[in-house]
C-alpha cells in the first residue's frame, strides 16, 4: 500500500527501504531535499513539500511522521490542515504518550485519525524489523496492518513461547495494537524504562567484576577513608570482555544487550573511547513519573535514571552540601581526586 | 574422560546426562540411593559411598559436588581424606568464592586441586548447555576442559560477536577459566546480581503498565491519600502477556529472561499461581557485599535485592516506624488495606 | 489585623487559636457548623457561610483556606465571585504548586491577589509556632506579615545560626516569602521530600538494629535461602527505645523527628499497634517528579517514597513475575511465610 | 577517676579536656610529643610511652584508645601485653564490630576486658558533651560509668520524652551500655548509616531547590536530550541559605544537621569552596553490609552511601558501558560537557 514518509533520518529512512522491499509505494519528504534525492534514486517517490506528498498520496491518506519529539508539533501543525477527512497520521518517534493523547482529540476534530507507533529497534531495524507498539482507533490501525506487518520482524524473529500455537496471537509478529490513542507510546515508554533499568544492570555488575581487584590498589589509611577489611578477597583481574561472551551462551543474563555489550568490549575492552556521559531522552523520565503518578514502587527503573543524570554532574550541588556538612560537624576537609 | 560426581538432584543429575551424551565416564554418588540408581540405569557407575566412588575412579580423579550450599563444606571434609595428592575437588554450586579461596587453601595442603565452578542454565541446561565460569589453577583447570566441553553450550549457541573471527577465544564456547581459585564463583555471583537486577527491572515495568488504567480506580479525598493529578492520562487497559511478545522480536529489550516470562504470562496472565514473596539465595546478597567493599555504586542491583526482601515483608519494622512518626508529628491514622 | 479563615479541622482551627492569642481578628467558616461554633465561643467571629465571612470582613479582605487538597479547586470558585479587586486568598494547605500556578492567574484576572503558604508544624504548631513557606506577590504577602508573624515560631525558637547577626533576616522569623506564586508550596513540597527521606533513614536504621539478633534464628537449609555466613555476627538484643534515647543528647543524628520516634517508642517498643501500611500524601510524589522533570538525581528521597508504595503492597505484581521468572529458569517454589 | 588516652588529635585531646573538666585524672599519651606537652600544659599527666602510661596509671588499668581504626589493632597489640589481669581497654573510635568481637576474645585470653565506645559529637563534643554507644561485659562497663558520665551531655542536653519521668532511664544521660563486646560500635555503625540518610536527604532536596530555575536555561531540541515539558513550571530562584532558616524553626525537618547547613550556606550560600567529593569512613559500608546479612532492606541508607562513591567518580566504568551500548543500538554519540 502507499505511505508518506516525513523525516529522512536513520531511522525514517531506513524505515522507507524496508517498506518498499516488502513491495510498499513511498512517498518520502524531509526538510533536507538531499535526504528526498538519495531515496527516490532508491525507488521511493520523493516530494517537494508537504502538500506535494499530500497531492502524491491517494485517499484514505496514510502519513507517517519520523521526526524529533520536538519537532512533532510542529510538524502535525503543518501538515494537519493539507489533509482530508478520514486520513491518518502517524507519529512513529518518540513522543511522550500524553501529547498523543492531546493531538488525537485535536487533529480528530478535524476528522482526521491519529496513530502513536512506538518504535524500537535502533540501527538494526532495517534487517532484524522493527518492534512496534501502536495506539490508535481500531479503522485507522487496521487500515495500517499490512505496513506494520512489514515493518515488524514477523513472527520467526523468535521461537514461538511454550504453550503458543495456531495462529499469530496479537504481538507475535512483532506488532501490537496496544489501545485508544498514546497506548503505543506508554508502551515504548515503559519499554525503555526497562531498557535503562537493564542497561544499569549490566553495567554496574561489570564494573564489580573491574573492581575485583580492589585490594590490589594501595590502602589509605587516613580517617577520609573507608578501609578495605580484606584486601585479599580482592586480587582478581577479571577479563571483562570474555565474561560477556561467556554469559551470552547458555546464561540466565543472555540478552540482546549482552550481545552489544561483548561487541562493544571486544574492540574496546577499556572502553576509552567514551566518557561516561549518559544521555536519557525522555521515556525513562516518563517511566519514573508514571511509577510515581499510578503509586507503583520502580526503584530499579529510578535508580537507573538517576545514575545517567550522575554520570552528568547533575549532583555536584548535593555532594557540595554534603562536604559542607562533615566539614562542620567534624572537621573533615575533602580529598583531592587522587 | 572420567569424572565423579557428588549431588544427583535436578542440577547435578542433568549434569551427568549431558557428560554421558558427550561419552564422558560417570561415577555418581547421592545420601539418597534413588537417585544414584536412577542415573546407574541411564548408564553411569553408581557409587554406595564416597570411598566406592573414590575407588571406582583412577587417579588422578575429578570429583565434581553439585550440593547446596550449606552442605559443600560437609562434603569437602569427608571427601578430602580419601582422595590423594594432585586430586581435583570441583565446587559446581552456589558457595562464596570467599569459601573458595578458603576451601583452596585447606585442601591444597593435602596437595590437592580445588575448582570452583559457577553454572548458570537451570533446568534448561541439560538441552541449551551450561554456561560455566570456573576458578582454580591452571593444572586443574586444564586437565578438566573436556568435561568444561561438554557442559559447554559450544561456541554455536550464539552468533559470534562481530569482530571475532578465527580460532574460538576464551568463553566464545560458553566456559571460561576466570582466574584463580575463587575467580569462578565471583564472576558467577556478579552475574546472579545482575540477573536480579534484570528480573526486577522487567517486573516493575510490567506492573506500571498494569497500572496504567489507575485512572480508573476510585479516587478517594481524605488526607491520607496522594490525589492521581490526571486520572485521564491512566485509562489504559494493557494486554501484558502480548506485550511480552512484542517485545521478543525486534526490540532492544529482547532477552531470554524475557521469553521465560512471556511463556509464563501466556499460561497465567494475572500469575494468580504466585503470592508473590520471593526469594533470593545468597548471591545477591554478595554483589551487594562486593560492590560496598569495592567502593563501587550498585544502586540497581541493590534496589532489586532489597525489593526480595520487602516482597518477604522484611521491612515491617521499618514501616511501623514511619507510621509511628506520622501519627507523633500529625496525629496521622494508618489506612486499612483496601 | 483581620482575617478569615475557611476550614476550622485541626490544623485550621489551632491556627485560629494562635491568632486570637496574638491579638488578631478572625473571622471563621467550616462546612460543620459546630466547628465554627466552638471557635465562636473562644472569641472569633462565627461566620454561617462564605458570603457571611466576606461580608463580616472589611476590605482589602484576606480569606485563608484551611481545606484538602481536593477541595481548594471547589472552595476558590466559591469564594472568588464573592470577593472585590485586590482582596486576598491563601492556600495554606497542600496544594502542588503548579495548582497554585494555575489559580493564582485565574483569581488574578478578576483582580484578586493569590498566596500559597506551605505549613509544617502538624498538631504541635499552636505551641511552637508554624513553619511558613510563601509563595505570591510583593503587594499581598507584605500586607499579610503580621498574620505570618504570629503563626511563625519567631526567631528565638532556634539559636542564631552562627555569622548572623543584627537585624533578623529573612526565614528566621520561621516564615519566608519563597518568590511568586506556586514559591511557597513548591519549598514546602521539597520540605516534604526531604521528610520522607529522613524519616526512612531513621525506619531503615532501626530495622536493622532490630535484626541485629538474626544469627539466633533458626538458619534455613533449603536452595531458596541466603544463609547467613556468620551468625555469630549477629547475636545483639538492642534496646531500640534506649538508642532513641541516647541519640537524642549530642549525636550527629539529633532531629525532631527523633523526639518523635523516642516518644513512640518509650510508650510502645514494638509499635504493635501500628500495621506499617504508610500512606503518603502528595508532596513526596510531586517532589520525585521535580528531580526527574530538572534532571536532578533524587535517589534518596525517592527510595522513601517507594518504601511507603511498598508498605501497601503495590509491588505484588511486580514481586509475582519475579516469581514466575524463578519458577521458569530453576524450577524454583516459592517459600511459604513462615 | 584515672584514665589513660592513648590518641591525642582532635577527637581524643577534646575528650581528656572534658573528662579534666569534670575533675578526672588523665594519663595521656600520643605518638606526637608534643600533642602530649599541649595537654601536660593543661593539667594532664603526660606519658612518654605506653609503658610509661600503664606505669603511671594504677590497677584495675582503663585505657582509652583514640587513634584511627587502622591503627587500633596495633596499637592493642603493644598495649596489651603491658597491661595486667582485669585492667581494661577501651577503644573508642571508629572500628567495625567484627574486630571488637575479635580483640575481645584475643584480650580476654589474657584476663583483660575490652569495651568498645562509638563516639558522635565531633567537634562539638567538647561543650555539647558526646553521645557514646558502649559494648562490654557488665564489671568493666559499670567501672567506667563515672567516665561515661563525664563525657556524655547529661540528661538536661535534651527535655525528656514524653511519657518518661522519675530516675533516668538508659541512655537518658546521653551514654548508653548497648550489650556485650561490639554491641556499641554496632549501634554506632547504624547511627553513622542513619548519618548518611539524613545527610543525602536534605542534599537531594536542596538540590531540587536550586534546580526549581530550571525552566529558564536554555533547552537544547537534539535527540539525545530530554526535554523540559513544562518550563514554565520551573522559573523559581530560590534563596537556599534562607530556606534553610525558616525550617529551622517549627518544621518537620528540624535538626541538628540542618543547623550545620544553615550555617554553611549562611556564609557560602554556592558552597563553592567544596568540590563535591564525599569521603566515606567505613560504618556506612558496614550498614549496608549488615542489612544485606540481616535480610533487612535499606534502599534509602545504601543510595546514600552510592550517592557518595558516585561524586568520587566510582561509577564511571559503567557510565562508559551505557554509552557503548546506546551507541551499539543507536548510533548515539555521548554529548560533551556542557
Redesign the interface.
Known amino acids: 500500500m502507499q505511505l508518506g514518509m516525513v523525516g529522512l533520518g ?1 531511522m525514517g529512512a531506513n524505515m522507507v527501504r524496508r517498506l518498499m522491499r516488502a513491495g510498499h509505494e513511498c512517498v518520502v519528504y524531509d526538510v533536507d531535499p538531499d535526504s528526498v534525492k538519495r531515496l527516490a534514486g532508491e525507488g521511493a517517490t520523493g516530494a517537494s513539500s508537504l502538500q506535494d506528498m499530500v497531492d502524491k498520496l491517494d485517499a484514505p491518506r496514510s502519513v507517517w511522521l519520523m521526526v ?4 512533532v508539533d510542529g510538524t502535525v501543525a503543518d501538515l494537519a490542515p493539507l489533509l482530508s477527512k478520514d486520513d491518518t497520521i502517524i507519529d512513529g518517534g518518540n513522543s ?3 501529547d498523543d ?1 492531546r493531538r488525537s482529540k485535536e487533529v480528530g476534530e478535524q476528522g482526521l485519525h491519529y496513530v502513536d507507533c512506538g518504535t ?6 532495517l534487517d ?6 501502536v495506539g490508535g482507533d481500531d479503522a485507522a490501525v487496521g487500515r495500517l496492518q499490512p505496513i506494520f506487518e512489514a515493518l ?4 520467526d ?3 514461538r ?4 500455537d495456531g495462529d499469530p ?8 495494537h ?3 490513542p ?2 503505543g507510546h ?2 515504548k515508554m ?23 581487584n ?1 585490594g590490589n590498589a594501595k590502602q589509605a ?10 584486601p ?3 586480587r ?4 571483562i ?28 575492552p577499556q ?1 576509552d573511547q ?9 521515556e ?2 516518563w ?46 576537609d ?4 587522587s
Not at 554496574?204 to 573492581?211: C, D, F, M, Q, S
Open positions: 536513520r524529533p519529539a520536538a519537532f511522550s504518550y500524553r493523547q524500537s529497534g535502533g540501527v538494526w531495524g532484524r524489523g522493527y518492534s512496534l507498539m515488524a520482524p514477523g513472527i524473529a523468535a521461537p513461547t511454550p504453550g503458543r496471537q496479537p504481538g507475535e509478529a512483532g506488532w501490537l496496544c489501545g485508544p498514546g497506548a506508554f508502551v515503559v519499554h525503555n524504562g526497562i531498557e535503562y533499568g537493564l542497561m544499569a544492570a549490566y553495567a554496574e555488575g561489570l564494573n564489580i567484576l573491574r573492581g575485583a580492589a589509611d587516613d580517617a577520609e577513608t573507608a578501609p578495605l577489611r580484606d585479599d578477597a580482592y582478581y583481574d577479571i577479563d570482555a570474555s565474561v560477556a561472551e561467556v554469559w551470552r551462551r547458555g546464561s540466565v543474563v543472555g540478552s540482546w544487550l549482552l550481545d552489544l555489550t561483548a561487541a562493544a568490549l571486544a574492540s574496546s572502553l567514551f566518557s561516561g556521559r549518559v544521555s536519557d531522552s525522555g525513562g523520565r517511566t519514573a513519573i508514571a511509577a510515581v503518578e499510578e503509586g507503583v514502587p520502580a526503584p530499579v527503573l529510578t535508580s537507573a535514571l538517576f545514575s545517567r543524570f550522575s554520570s552528568r554532574d547533575c549532583d555536584e550541588f548535593a555532594n557540595k552540601v554534603m562536604s559542607a556538612m562533615r566539614s562542620e560537624f567534624g572537621g573533615h575533602e580529598k583531592p581526586a
